[in-house]
């Protein structure tokens, strides 16, 4: 079945660093989409990309999606204590029965240090 | 409106023990689903519905049921709780069953089974 592969699995940075995730799939995706969950919270809609080499921003964040529609990245310039949290990808399963199915990827935890 | 509302918050069950978990949504979304987190591995999809009286297998359905009789509750039920059933559970919903509309997450239930 479809997989959506994250990494890193951790990230540790100084505030001020940037911070990069990058999640990648075994299938191609007609979207993507991103979540953030703060430590001991839900995971919350970030964004979605649809279009094929779409790059979408919010704020500090800059989120990708590659050209063959298999991978997307996420961008955090000058990381802040409030961003701390895990970030995970999620695709849809591709048509047949399975419409109804997201995939997360496995997430990224990110620790900014002050 | 509420949202997405889990209850309860948080639960210890003996090896053996049945329960239910509660979800209900006053958004009129179509779609819910259930999902376990646990470390390392993301979020895992247990059971989804597409509509009242309408529900399939996710990623990890073994030991769970659920039925989907009304629109707004979506309840999972634990039929006889496992130890590897310790894990924390989302439940979610989404306006549309295109899985191109964004979910929208409750709060959890931090479940232990001893």
Known sequence: GQQVMQIPQYQHVQEGEDFTTYCNSST???NIQWYK???G???VFLIQLVKSGEVKKQKRLTFQFGEAKKNSSLHITATQTTDV???FCAGPNAGGTSYGK???GQGTILTVHP | NAGVTQTPKFQVLKT???MTLQCAQDMNHEYMSWYRQDPGMGLRLIHY???AGITDQGEVPNGYNVSRSTTEDFPLRLLSAAPSQ???YFCASSYSVTINSPLHFGNGTRLTVT
């Open chain 2, 49 to 51: 519905s597409v509509g």
């Open chain 1, 28 to 30: 191609t995706l007609s």
């Open chain 1, 85 to 87: 949290g895990t970030y």
């Open chain 1, 37 to 39: 969950q703060r430590p």
């Open chain 2, 16 to 18: 053996g023990q049945s």
């Open chain 1, 41 to 43: 919270g839900h995971p």
């Open chain 2, 86 to 88: 310790t894990s924390v």
């Open chain 1, 102 to 104: 997201l995939t997360f």
